[in-house]
């Protein structure tokens, strides 16, 4: 099915970028059909990873297209949007978010905005979609030349989204070929007890691996023996049957 274009509203010559409107145009993208499909995916019963959460039944390829329509709506329009109770518009505040992170043309002083924003406002920041859509330009790239200190006091939270988002952010690095911190994040990450940082570690070092052996295996040497079963199988994944036959069995 073709995705549909909503441009932002206009009053006159001028977008209409709020929250508001854009909540106004999610309205209008609702399906019966994928809501079921979402409720089949997120569970979001008591304990699951959308406990909470409300779907209304909107693709994520027309909630993107619909975020970079809305690619300039002010910081702090975003930050309403990212208070709605609607998943679908939370995954549109991250969006526009990653957008404006990404894009050159963006001031150094919006994506400053952009982290404080993504940082201070984790607690809506709260699913593993939320933080892989967003994480590796707003904080990643942002902190790329900077001191990445955030990243262990990260790592070390006791939201498990916060601890996502410091191994998910280091794509940004893996990417200019700076691997230390995503084998530092996942030595952290080592002993969680939460199987979405198993998958998001292992998965990880998996991709750094892909451009240093070594560094991964020096990391499997020393943790594959007591690292999470889900966590070790993501990390070797691409290697041959031997080491991972010889890893699966430490």
């Keep these: 099915m073709a995705t549909k274009k909503i441009p932002a509203k206009k009053t006159g010559k001028t977008e209409v970028l709020t929250a508001k409107s854009f909540l106004e145009a999610l309205e209008l993208l609702v399906s019966e059909a994928e809501l079921k499909k979402i409720q089949r995916y997120f569970k979001s019963g008591e304990g699951q990873y959308g406990e909470g959460d409300l779907f209304i039944g909107v693709r994520m390829g027309e909630v993107f297209a619909l975020a970079k329509a809305?690619?300039?709506m002010p910081v702090k329009e975003i930050e309403k949007l990212l208070e709605s109770n609607i998943h679908e518009a939370r995954a549109g505040a991250v969006s526009i978010m990653d957008f404006q992170a990404r894009d050159k043309k963006t001031p150094e002083t919006r994506k400053k905005e952009l982290f404080d924003l993504y940082?201070?406002?984790?607690?809506?920041?709260?699913?593993?979609?939320?933080?892989?859509?967003?994480?590796?330009y707003v904080v990643g790239a942002y902190i790329f030349d900077k001191p990445r200190t955030i990243?262990?006091?990260?790592?070390?939270?006791?939201?498990?989204?916060?601890?996502?988002?410091?191994?998910?952010?280091?794509?940004?690095?893996?990417?200019?070929?700076?691997?230390?911190?995503?084998?530092?994040?996942?030595?952290?990450?080592?002993?969680?007890?939460?199987?979405?940082?198993?998958?998001?570690a292992g998965g990880w070092i998996r991709e750094a691996g892909k451009q240093d052996k070594q560094m991964l295996l020096a990391f499997l040497d020393k943790h594959a023996a007591t690292m999470p079963r889900t966590m070790l199988r993501y990390a070797i994944e691409h290697l041959d049957s031997k080491l991972k036959k010889q890893y699966m069995e430490k």
């Design 119 to 136: 940082i201070r406002r984790h607690d809506r920041i709260n699913n593993w979609d939320l933080v892989d859509r967003s994480a590796q």
């Design 151 to 200: 990243l262990q006091k990260l790592a070390k939270s006791k939201n498990v989204w916060e601890r996502r988002t410091a191994i998910v952010s280091t794509s940004y690095f893996i990417r200019q070929g700076e691997l230390g911190d995503t084998f530092k994040m996942a030595e952290t990450l080592v002993r969680d007890k939460h199987d979405l940082i198993h998958k998001a």
């Design 70 to 72: 809305y690619i300039q």
